[in-house]
């Protein structure tokens, strides 16, 4: 057993710093018993040294130069737990250049530059971990790097933030509208007072880059990633889910699709709210809980299933990955490491599905079949329809088989040309097959 310990500069005491301080502090002498290693906390950075700290941070500790951390000979290993982009990114790489191995929860920063990092840590024959980066506590990255490191990954599909899916957790069970399961979510302290980052989509698009970017081997950013929260979600939409058998999640799905040649995939990376059947696993994760459903073709289906965000559970992925990056600094080793060539990305155009579309319109003969001329004229074929009375209006809800989303949004875009046609107030992907 060793007794060298090992230095650690953690940057940012919050949430997750905080947390795997008293981690680290309590829990040494499990940690020496179980992976050999002795973890010693250098220093730990702040940005506000006059912020009252947990009893378990020593105040001795504190500094609010972060530069002194990534440039102390003494460190081995830099943690960054402050997130954003500035001055996070000069940080690591500055940590990396001086030889220190980097563990880090930054999904903002790793879903636009993690390979450029991932090779600046090879060059400099360190490491850079990043478990707690999606899905908080919930041991998915080195589940797809190291597992299923030569396994055909043909879709991974996750509940990748805990927010949106408590709200929609609220709405769909307790049939509160969207603003009132926001208040909810933020008395509670799962939203932000600016939910915008979760309810628009944002924090579940910069996982799914980085997932699909693991599970493809591919350099996938958050910018081709295809983008829709759930502001516009409402209970008659849960209504008409739960009446088919389907429920609402907010999902991201990276998708391999092999190309006409057979050669080379492309990939598809969205995050969008769908209807999904209620007998999928997905469908029975509630609340702030997270879940992710990995499908390959020698392994067959996977869920990982987990708290995807509090202090604590984020601390404890960080803190696996510090004892990686210690066992790999103490015996001269680096994680395996692979270039990620660009990704050929599939617009969410090209994408078939089956919509859910409801369409207010004018109560007159003739709407529908001018409605439905439309979808026609468009190769938009329509599965199933239901016209609900509302005094002048009538509401029209379709179901359409599966049918390319170009041609679905030139649809939508010329029904709502027509006079008749008052307000689009539902549209929502089917996941799988609705055949009812
Ligand atoms: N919270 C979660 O559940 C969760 C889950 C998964 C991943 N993450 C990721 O983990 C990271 C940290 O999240 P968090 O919730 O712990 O954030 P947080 O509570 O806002 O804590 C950020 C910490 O970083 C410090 N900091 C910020 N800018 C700094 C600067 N320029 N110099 C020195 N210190 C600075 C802050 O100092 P002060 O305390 O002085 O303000 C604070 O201690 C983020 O990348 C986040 O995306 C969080």
Known sequence: MSSIPVRLGILGCGNVGAALVKIIVEDQGLIESQTGEVLEIAAIAVRDLSIERPGWVSRNLLTDDPFKLVN???IDI????????DPARVLIEEALR???SVVTANKTLLSDFGEEISQLARSQGRDVFFEAAVAGGIPLIRSLKVSLAAE???????IVNGTTNYILTRMSEDGIPYGEAL????ELGYAEADPTADVE???ASAKAAILA???FGRKVRFSDVSREGITSVTLDDFEFAKRHGYTLKLLAICEWLESDEGSEGDISVRVHPAMVPLTHPLASVRDAFNAVFVEGDSVGELMFYGRGAGGMPTASAVLGDVIDAAHNIRYGSIERHVDRPQARILAIDELQYQFYIAIDVSDRPGVLAQVATVFGANGVSIMSMEQVGLGQEARLIFITHQAKEHAVQKTLAEVRELAAAKRLVGFIRVLGKIDN
Not at 152 to 158: A, D, E, K, L
Not at 183 to 186: G, I, P, S
């Open 213 to 215: 970017s693991i599970a």
């Open 98 to 100: 001086s030889k220190k």
């Open 183 to 186: 208040r909810n979510a933020q």
């Open 201 to 203: 989509g944002i924090d």
């Open 78 to 85: 830099i943690v960054e737990v402050m997130g954003g982009y």
């Open 72 to 74: 102390d000979p003494s």
């Open 152 to 158: 055909r990954v043909r879709r991974v599909t996750g």
